[in-house]
């Protein structure tokens, strides 16, 4: 049987859940018997079926299951979660061929689904088209590995390389087909945040509202609590989080103040808390101090800059310099250059 072609198709299932699934996973499994699929499933929403389940529900003549492969993305949880193991009902199904992509970071796995498996009498190959599937899922791995969200950089920049005008004068410089593009890159993302300035002077809303999807956390930096409450950030209409240096008494629960030490790194302190709130991946748009200070400390995985192919500013706040990272692709998005990095996976500088 051809293992790459049928774990490919799990994986195509699998991205079929992307912006639903998190905090968990995006997994995908397909059931094979003699050169046939007779069943497919993919995990669609956090607290729903798994995909092991969903495609074992799919086939319509169960006892084929114990001479079927079963092909699925990530290895089978092992525990009691909000649905029962899948290594349990793959057991119970009667399936005693798996394959696997990758194995489960998540301590409460671990190899533990895998070893069920086996103790049970079944054949278990791990490791088929093992890259893709870390691509896939690269949110949840570095949340169980690096212990924090996996962090995406965004910034619009002019021809002529400022984010905006004089004195932080709010300029508009990518095209409408840009922002929808943002629009559902936010959906996609659990959380997004913002440093004080921008919050001051663009008063952004960081929701979804031109594109169908859950909008993210917000995150919003205020060490000396100086932003008005009339901004936008502020009017509960989605869950918001604030990091300062200051006490604040807690008023609505869409609108929680965290208070963080001087004495220690104010970034390390919200990426632990975030991570703490099992917020897999983080969305930042600025401004340039707050993605400068990410790029200086290395903290971060990918950085997604349009660059206007003709607003030229002329003076005002410089964009973010690339120092280093490697440079994907360069995308045409209307009127603008979309530039995608990926950050070199040195380790981490010391500010």
Same mark, same amino acid.
């Given at each position: ?9 799990? =994986? ?35 607290? &729903? ?24 993305? =990530?290895?089978? *949880? ?5 649905? #029962?193991? *899948? ?13 696997? *992509? ?18 049970? &009498? ?10 893709? &599937? ?18 995406? !950089? ?49 008063? #952004? ?6 594109? /169908?999807?859950?909008? /993210?956390? $917000? ?13 936008? !950030? ?33 970034? %390390?302190?919200?990426?632990? %808390? ?5 917020? =897999?991946?983080? !969305? ?9 200070? =990410? ?9 997604? *800059?349009? $660059? ?7 003076? &005002?706040?410089?964009? /973010? ?29 010391? #500010?």
């Amino acid at each position: 049987m051809n293992d790459e072609l049928y774990m490919r198709r799990a =994986l195509e299932l699998a991205k079929m859940g992307s912006g639903y699934t998190s905090p968990n996973p995006m997994v995908g499994c397909v059931v094979v018997h003699e050169g046939r699929i007779i069943g497919e499933g993919w995990h669609r929403a956090f607290g &729903g079926p798994h995909a092991e389940v969903n495609a074992i529900a799919s086939v319509q003549d169960k006892s084929l299951l114990p001479k079927s492969r079963v092909y699925v993305t =990530l290895e089978p *949880c092992s525990h009691f979660g909000k649905t #029962p193991p *899948c290594a349990d009902l793959l057991i119970s199904s009667g399936v005693r061929d798996v394959v696997i *992509c990758n194995t489960d970071p998540n301590p409460l796995v671990a190899g533990r689904g895998i070893k069920k498996l086996f103790e049970a &009498g079944a054949q278990v190959k791990v490791g088929v088209l093992e890259n893709e &599937g870390l691509e896939l899922n690269k949110r949840f791995f570095t949340f169980y590995t690096q212990k924090r969200p996996y962090i995406v !950089l965004k910034w619009a920049e002019s021809a002529d390389g400022f984010i905006s005008g004089p004195n932080y004068e709010q300029i508009q410089i990518s095209g409408p087909l840009s922002r929808r593009l943002v629009h559902k890159w936010r959906s996609e993302e659990q959380a997004i945040m913002v440093g004080s300035h921008t919050a001051a002077y663009d008063n #952004p809303r960081l929701d979804t509202r031109f594109w /169908p999807g859950h909008s /993210p956390l $917000r995150v919003v930096i205020d060490r000396k609590l100086r932003l008005p409450d009339h901004l936008h !950030l502020f009017d509960k209409s989605q869950p918001t989080v604030v990091y300062t240096y200051k006490q604040k008494e807690q008023l609505h629960d869409h609108l929680q103040y965290v208070q963080v030490s001087e004495d220690e790194s104010l970034l %390390d302190q919200i990426m632990a %808390d975030l991570h703490a709130r099992k917020v =897999l991946s983080l !969305l930042v748009e600025g401004g340039t101090y707050l993605i400068k200070s =990410l790029l200086k400390e290395n903290l971060w995985d990918e950085a997604r *800059c349009f $660059r206007s192919m003709s607003r030229v500013i002329g003076e &005002g706040t410089q964009a /973010p310099p690339m120092a280093h990272g490697q440079l994907l692709e360069v995308q045409h998005v209307g009127a603008d250059q979309l530039f995608h990095y990926k950050n070199d996976p040195s380790p981490r500088h010391n #500010p």
